[in-house]
């Protein structure tokens, strides 16, 4: 006597939305303003200027940017400015911050594009395991996109998943 395997999981009215496939690919840096620094601690407007109008911004085509000072030097918010001017037209995405600050910006942008109509009064699985540094906010963010249409979302695999929300109405 054969049974027939059912995949009930692949049958299921779920829908899963697994962010790693939305992540951007694209080299992520820091840029360390402190080397531009007298002393790694003092900006000195012309010197500042000098070295910022020398530099090869073209080594940051296509990355995604996070500056940044690693001393303890007091920067002006415009001097982040004025090396945005420089870096922008190259690089793909600009922050002030570290590597999480910048994966929080991608998908903060990532998410409040990400079209929900596919999802109404669906039961929504967010996949939970990724091998890409995918921030907790982005998972949070889409909750709130989520919940005012969603049957119910739930956190996991589909074969062990967690209830997170269920629409009572």
């Not at 002393?39 to 080594?59: A, G, P, S, V």
């Not at 249409?149 to 009572?168: H, R, W, Y």
Request: contains cysteine; charged residues 20%.
């Amino acid at each position: 006597m054969s049974t027939k395997i059912v995949n009930r999981v692949a049958n299921s009215q779920l829908k899963t939305i697994d962010l790693e496939e939305l992540y951007p690919s694209g080299e992520r840096v820091i840029i360390d303003i402190k080397r531009w620094l007298f002393q790694e601690l003092i900006l000195k407007e012309t010197e500042f200027r000098e070295h910022l109008k020398n530099y090869n911004w073209k080594q940051y085509k296509n990355k995604y940017v996070a500056l940044n000072c690693s001393s303890n030097a007091i920067i002006p918010s415009w001097a982040f400015m004025l090396i945005a001017t420089y870096v922008s037209p190259f690089a793909k995405k600009v922050v002030v911050g570290n590597l999480t600050q910048l994966e929080t910006s991608i998908f903060y942008e990532i998410i409040s594009n990400f079209t929900v109509k596919d999802y109404k009064n669906k039961s929504i699985i967010i996949k939970g395991c990724a091998t890409k540094p995918i921030p907790e906010t982005a998972y949070i963010q889409l909750i709130e996109k989520l919940q005012p249409i969603a049957k119910s979302i739930m956190f996991g695999e589909a074969c062990s998943t967690v209830p997170l929300f269920k629409n009572t109405q």
